[in-house]
């Protein structure tokens, strides 16, 4: 067979850890990888997701068979690398079309080292990921790969989602500053978990500086930039590891300086709470997720990247440590915890993205909530 | 909150006849929304003309009036009837139009009717232009992104061309307000142009009102389709990319679902602004689609406009992502809220989401040029197309070749053989957007052209246009690879190569590259469109094929049917196949079956998910029957493939089903054959001693010229193997005679042309009947009005029939039965009969459903189509009238006295053609069909029927004013008493000189006026061409001798059409009009619903 015209066709394999296979062709960078295999149902935005920290050491299934069709450009990146561990996709673009694009999705993954593998059923891979569970999984590729039995034992030998902490890996070493867009209204102390570039982007719309801490802030470096409110980020792993932010943010709460979290920030307010946190079965990631705002009942479509859930009573207010809490969002696809509010100290959180990137902007009201609990504060 | 309880009744307006704009798409929403009003308990009332609907079966509402969509006829409806809302946002725009006229006219308060699903704001906010762009401007305001074409709204043809200077200059875009399907808007590239289209669209448009824009020629176009509950829940359901960039007619683009070339941060902020959009305008409970333009040099993005309703859009959408809209709209209108409606597919999730596709749609437009051959072919802004096929692949490659075959029309494909064109040629045609232009592009690159050179000459996306380039890169190493292996065949599978164009490409025939491809194990695999990209379990066996690794079809117990669907809309096949194919998968399910649907038509009821058991989204050809019917005998029992019901598509499957093993039940292939060949066919009426009109066939014109010479002119000539009497003419001397053959680019010797007698002023008859070896059952007898020689399709008809006695009657059953004997038929059949000279003459016989099938089940009150499949199972008619299916005793042929009469009417698309120099086509009705649709009029007498018949296909005809009467020689004797009853009613009557001079001989006053051919008098006296421009002419009536340009009744007939006046083309129409005028003149006309009129019919029966 000729190889001239559909470009190398360098063969490449997935391994997941129940032995199952699919053999593909090589995407990006060429040798191997590993990570949990998760799937992410968004048809646009696959330069976000790429660059979105909280997918650090997992390999990104993407439902959509078309990836690449709009290049890459420097605008849209959420932070400053990719940090998917390995990417699988159907059909990857042979041409990008798009006024802002500057070169292809292939090259970029490549110059960044990413191993990735195309040309698999990855509506087949997704229904196993869905009935089996998020897993661990190999890439593979090169002129000279060996055998299944091999690389599945290299699969099994990679570490699990599961207790792992991942915060620290992501987030920055130092501590920046993002200008309030306009006028300064507010401060904000924002804990980098693991943060998307659109969120402190999306405060200083508001009128907000953002003073971005690495994950290991302490309460006094916290403080030491006199927030009005605090902010606790998304970012990768198990929460039940996260011991120090969760410190972190009981340092707050007690103050009762106004607190916003989203995605493991929402994690991490469930366990400053007392709550429990779970890992989902296969998770959610996509940007087309019902979320339910049960304070107004009106429903937002929502982007979603969790592996991880809180686990609080849906019928109840609960009493906690600090006051009254209740969940107050939910997904209405399968009734899991969405967002926490305390209801005597201005605190709240939810487990998916207001800021979007990629994704719908339904429920960027919330950082005008954070804001309205800032202003309450100084009034 | 759950649906409200202060809404019991609720009216439902379909909308009419299948129009070019306006097709089976509505009937798909309104089945949809009348079943769920229906199941919320509320009692469901619907209006709609069109009987080859499935709405308007008696079951899905609890009253239906088939009557025609006129205020005055809604209203007797809402007097009748006492709705408590009405529903006008699933009908299209004429539902729409209706609703907001009856709510101008006050008729809506007088009877406390509450308009639900969109309120007259809102409407007019989303149709009226003016006001669109003021809600354009304030969603900038508000959101800071979204914007109008630059644009001035114009009322006079002074103010159009004032207004190109404000715009800076041409080309610019006239669009009227309030048409259809961008009915009579267009570019204008000088004010001759824009003289004619400005022009015709102030008369078009019922505000006289047009809008000049700057022109986006060749910008992307995007579709969003949105949905809003009442809480202020906004989803969106589907995006969609055209293909073709901006300039031609949505409806007229290849379009591709969801939009395959934008970044998330544009997609977001299309989504923002169409959300902003449907809040600002108001719909409040139901959905939108919106239309933007990108351009692709900066990314400016500009809203076109909105339709706040269900559309063809919707339509697509629905079946492109598994939301159904109309359904959810239909809900939302009573009262929930998205989130709680349940997802069908999904069951456990809600509706409050916004689908994923985890494949691509590609949606191809199906045209009918080659009916109307002076109409200019240029693909414009308005809509031309008169269906469209639907195609589901993982890739778009795979979607755009299945939605290219399945398009079933010679040429649509790909070709990669044959001589490679002159590229510069190619790449200069493919500028000017056309049928087909794809081709054409697909040619220039086989000829060398670039990708940039593609871009430049067609502005088509540089993705779409790579992906053109990968299927040719394909075809290449597919010629050039030595041989055919796995890898190879499965690439080109995955790239969506059919076995056929395969083996072109290799010199090989179909079934062995099918032989090659089935050895090396290569199958296509059958996945699910479910809504979420498999994030949750899909409980809706909706299929779509893809060479891939996994296939979803669950096995099963009970036997199942396949049914064969019709494919795309065209002329000669339309809805009404649809409409048997569903009916036949109700039939089957009551019976115990397990139903398989396969259809590639994305308007249609069949291919609604909650239609069948199991649904197969794709291509009608053997190809992609066989697989299906590979996977469907692993997955469990067949008790059979139905073929005859979808019309020609799948009939002409049939033997070559057969030879591949497929159990084809009903009629057998050899049977079909026995129909369908001339020799065979002649047979058969020897045996049963049954007279054919004489014919011959021929292949040069000698031969032809002796057969005519025989037998006598005139002559009926076609081409052999033709549908919808395509290139069928009445040929009156050996002159045409001769122009005919040497124009006919289709007669070879293999393919020879027919040359029948043509029987003047013989009256044409059309049975329906139901035979299953044994016993007959006459469906219905149809009389034509119009005389044999206008196609039946195209020919308004009355049944019972109303000047047929009981002898008649009796001749049509034998004749009928031994036709269906002698060809085998097991199921239905349908014969057109001519009676001349009283000799019942055998036109030709179809041993399948009919176009008529479902106007003859609504007039009768039986169910045929159902009959007819169950039949090919193995029923008896015995059996089904036991069962209650069919009448315990009698049949159509049977009907009592007081039965009442129903008359359907062809609906002409011809306001929507013009030829080169923007002039309309001729409009006179001969034995090649061309009609897109057809509404029925039913009542207890024929005038009124009739009259029904046609304010329903054309608006009321006039109870006064001036008619205008210009004849052909052989028509004045008949004229003379219809024209003396015009006169009694009180018309005025005006005549051309010849015309005239019969009347006054006969004691009829006429006006005389000028032909067009004589231009204006001395005085200025105009001619009849200038009076029926100026609005002072109410009822035209001009037969025609021959057809052409040069005559003058084409400029009085065009003239008809662009003012919309009445315009009869035969004296029996004139005869029947008259009775019809005669009728509303006398009292009041009344409305009944069909359960109403079956009522009566059964009680008449027992």
Same mark, same amino acid.
């Given at each position: ?25 090589? =995407? ?26 909280? =997918? ?308 960027? =009201? ?14 | ?241 055209? %293909? ?160 290219? !075959? ?151 117990? /009970? ?188 007669? @070879?010797?293999? !393919? ?60 049509? !059953? ?21 009676? @001349? ?50 009448? /315990? ?40 069909? !061309? ?45 003379? %008493? ?125």
């Amino acid at each position: 067979m000729t190889l001239s015209t559909r470009g190398a066709q360098t063969p490449a394999v997935l391994v997941l850890e129940d032995g199952r296979a699919f053999r593909g062709r090589a =995407y990006g960078a060429v040798g191997e990888t590993f990570g949990e295999a998760v799937f992410s149902t968004g048809m646009t935005g696959y330069q976000e997701t790429l660059t979105d920290p909280s =997918y650090h050491r997992q390999v990104v299934v993407m439902t959509a068979p078309h990836v690449g069709n709009t290049g890459v450009n420097d605008e849209d990146p959420e932070s400053g690398r990719i940090w998917v561990s390995g990417y699988v996709v159907r059909d990857p673009a042979r041409k990008p079309s798009n006024w802002r694009s500057q070169r292809s999705l292939d090259e970029e993954l490549a110059a960044q080292g990413v191993v990735g593998i195309s040309g698999v059923d990855t509506r087949a891979l997704t229904r196993h990921l869905r009935e089996r569970g998020a897993m661990r999984v190999g890439i593979f590729s090169g002129e000279a790969i060996p055998d299944e039995g091999t690389l599945l034992a290299k699969v099994r030998q990679a570490p699990e989602m599961t207790g792992a902490d991942l915060s620290a890996e992501v987030a920055t070493k130092e501590a920046y500053v993002v200008p309030a867009i306009g006028t300064k209204k507010f401060t904000v102390a924002a804990i980098d978990l693991g943060i998307k570039g659109m969120t402190p982007h999306r405060m200083a719309e508001r009128g907000i500086e953002v003073h971005v801490l690495p994950a290991t802030a302490t309460l006094e470096e916290v403080y030491a930039v006199r927030p009005d409110g605090v902010f606790f980020s998304n970012g990768p792993g198990d929460p039940s590891t996260a011991d120090h932010p969760v410190a972190l943010m009981r340092g707050v709460l007690e103050r009762s300086t106004p607190l916003f979290g989203i995605c493991f920030g929402n994690q991490i307010l469930g366990r400053a709470l007392g709550f429990g946190t779970y890992k989902l079965k296969y998770g959610h990631r996509g940007i087309n997720q019902p979320v339910q705002d049960r304070t107004t009942g009106k429903v937002e479509v929502t982007a979603h990247n969790h592996g991880f859930a809180v686990d609080a009573p849906l019928d109840k207010v609960s009493d906690t440590e600090f006051g009254r809490a209740e969940v107050s969002h939910v997904c209405l696809n399968d009734q899991v915890v969405e967002g926490l509010q305390l209801l005597d100290r201005p605190a709240f959180s939810v487990q998916y993205h207001p800021e979007a990137a990629a994704g719908p902007h339904d429920a960027a =009201y919330l950082f005008d909530r954070f804001v309205s609990l800032m202003e309450g504060q100084r009034a | 909150m759950p649906k409200r309880s202060d809404i019991q009744s609720v009216l439902v307006i379909g909308s009419g006849p299948i129009v070019i704009g306006q097709a089976a798409e509505f009937d798909y929403s309104g089945t949809q929304a009348c079943r769920v009003l229906k199941a919320e308990g509320l009692r469901v009332i619907l209006v709609n003309s069109n009987p080859a609907t499935i709405m308007t079966d008696p079951e899905i509402a609890d009253a239906t009036y088939v009557e025609p969509i006129t205020p005055e006829f809604v209203e007797k409806i809402i007097a009748k009837e006492r709705p408590d809302a009405l529903l006008p946002t699933l009908g299209g725009q004429t539902a729409l139009n209706t609703a907001i006229s009856m709510h101008e006219n006050g008729v809506l308060e007088k009877y406390g009717v509450e308009l639900i699903g969109a309120n007259v704001e809102a409407i007019n906010k989303g149709e009226d232009r003016d006001l669109f762009k003021g809600v354009v401007a304030a969603v900038k305001e508000k959101i800071g992104y979204g914007e109008s074409a630059r644009s001035v709204i114009c009322h006079t043809m002074d103010d159009v061309i004032a207004g190109v200077d404000t715009l800076g200059g041409y080309p610019v875009v006239v669009r009227p307000s309030f048409t259809m399907g961008g009915a009579g808007s267009g570019f204008a590239h000088d004010e001759e142009e824009l003289r004619r289209i400005a022009g015709q669209g102030l008369t078009l448009s019922p505000t006289t009102e047009v809008l000049l824009e700057e022109s986006i020629l060749g910008w992307k176009e995007y579709e969003l389709e949105l949905m809003r509950d009442k809480n202020d829940n906004v989803v969106v359901v589907c995006s969609i990319e055209n %293909f073709d960039p901006m300039g031609v007619h949505t409806g007229d683009s290849i379009t591709v679902a969801p939009a395959m070339t934008l970044t998330d941060r544009e997609y977001q902020r299309l989504r923002d602004v169409g959300i902003a959009i449907i809040r600002e305008v108001g719909v409040d409970t139901g959905g939108c689609n919106i239309q933007f333009a990108i351009d692709p040099t900066d990314g400016r993005v500009i809203v076109i406009e909105m339709n706040p309703r269900v559309s063809r859009s919707s339509a697509l959408a629905s079946k492109a992502t598994g939301f159904p809209i109309a359904k959810i709209a239909a809900k939302l209108a009573v009262g929930y809220t998205l989130d709680e409606i349940p997802n069908d597919i999904t069951e456990k999730t809600p509706a409050s989401f916004e689908p994923t596709l985890d494949y691509v749609v590609v949606k191809a437009p199906r045209f009918a040029f080659e009916k109307f051959p002076s109409a200019d072919a240029t693909l414009t802004t308005t809509m031309k197309s008169v269906g469209e096929a639907m195609a589901i692949g993982r890739n778009f490659t795979e979607a755009l070749q299945k939605a290219l !075959r399945s398009l079933e029309k010679k040429g649509s494909q790909f070709a990669f053989t044959g001589p490679v064109g002159d590229k510069a040629e190619l790449l200069a045609e493919a500028v000017r957007p056309t049928d087909g232009r794809i081709n054409t592009v697909m040619q220039a690159i086989r000829a060398g052209a670039t990708q940039e050179e593609v871009f430049d000459a067609t502005k088509i996306d540089p993705w779409f246009v790579d992906q053109l380039f990968l299927i040719k890169e394909i075809a290449d190493e597919l010629a050039s690879a030595e041989r055919l292996d796995a890898d190879l065949i499965a690439e080109a599978k995955r790239h969506g190569f059919s076995d056929a164009q395969i083996g072109e490409i290799r010199g090989l025939r179909e079934d062995v590259v099918r032989e090659v491809r089935h050895a090396l194990g290569i199958r296509p695999v059958y996945k699910t469109v479910d809504t979420c990209a498999a994030e949750f379990a899909a409980k809706t066996p909706y299929f779509y094929s893809s060479y891939d690794e996994e296939s979803e079809v669950a096995t099963r117990t /009970k036997p199942a049917v396949i049914i064969l669907g019709s494919g795309p809309n065209r002329i000669g096949q339309g809805i009404e196949f649809d409409y048997s194919c569903v009916h036949a998968s109700f039939a089957l399910s009551d019976a115990g079956f397990e139903t398989v649907m396969v259809n590639c038509n994305p308007e249609t009821v069949s291919t609604d998910y909650d239609t069948s058991d199991r649904l197969y989204f794709e291509p009608l050809t053997l190809e992609d029957v066989l697989e299906i019917v590979h996977a469907e005998s692993l997955a469990g029992p067949i008790a059979g493939v139905i073929v005859q019901l979808g019309g020609q598509t799948p009939l002409g499957l049939s033997q070559a089903l057969k030879d591949n093993g497929v159990p084809v039940v009903g009629t057998s292939p050899e049977a079909i054959h026995a129909a369908e060949d001339r020799g065979a066919f002649g047979r058969v009426l020897a045996e049963a001693g049954l007279p054919a009109p004489k014919h011959g066939t021929a292949t040069t014109f000698a031969e032809a010229k002796a057969i005519a010479d025989e037998i006598g002119y005139p002559v009926l000539v076609r081409p052999s193997y033709v549908l919808g009497g395509r290139g069928m003419e009445i040929v009156y001397d050996e002159t045409r005679l001769a122009s005919y053959i040497s124009e006919s680019t289709e007669i @070879s010797p293999t !393919r020879p042309v027919l040359v029948d007698r043509f029987l003047d002023d013989a009256i044409e008859i059309d049975v329906d009947a139901l035979y299953d070896g044994h016993e007959l059952y006459l469906g219905g007898v149809m009389e034509h009005i119009e005389e044999a020689g206008i196609h039946s399709g195209d020919s308004a008809c009355a049944l019972p029939p109303i000047t047929l006695g009981g002898f008649d009657i009796k001749r049509l !059953r034998a004749s009928t039965e031994g036709i269906a004997k002698g060809v085998g038929v097991l199921g239905l059949i349908n014969i057109q009969f001519a009676l @001349s000279g009283d000799i019942l003459y055998v036109l030709e016989a179809n041993p399948r459903a009919s176009r008529t099938v479902p106007f003859t089940s609504k007039a009768t009150a039986v169910p045929l189509a159902k009959a007819a499949a169950r039949i090919s199972l193995g029923a008896t008619i015995a059996e089904l009238r036991e069962e209650g299916l069919l009448p /315990k005793t009698g049949d159509g042929g049977t009907l009592p006295l007081d039965a009442p009469i129903s008359v359907k009417e062809a609906v002409m698309p011809w306001s929507r053609f013009r030829d080169i120099h923007g002039r309309g086509v001729d409009t006179v009705l001969g034995p090649e069909m !061309r009609s897109t649709g057809e509404v029925m009029g039913i009542d207890s007498v024929f005038g009124t029927a009739y009259a029904k018949s046609q304010a329903g296909a054309y608006g009321p005809l006039p109870t006064k004013g001036r008619a205008f009467i210009s004849v052909a020689n052989r028509d004045k004797r008949s004229m003379i %008493f219809p024209a003396r009853e015009l006169v009694a009613h009180g018309f005025e009557l005006m005549a051309t000189s010849g015309t005239a001079e019969v009347l006054k001989r006969n004691g009829i006053n006429a006006i005389v006026v000028r032909k067009q051919s004589e231009g204006p008098g001395p005085n200025g006296e105009k001619t009849i061409v200038q009076h029926i421009h100026d609005g002072e002419v109410d009822l035209i009536v001009n037969t025609p001798y021959g057809t052409g340009g040069r005559l003058d009744g084409y400029d009085i007939r065009t003239a008809a059409v662009s003012r919309s006046v009445p315009c009869l083309t035969t004296v029996q129409a004139l005869a029947a009009a008259v009775q019809g005028i005669d009728a509303l003149n006398h009292g009041d006309v009344g409305v009944r619903s069909l359960q109403e009129h079956a009522e009566h019919l059964t009680a008449a029966r027992d």
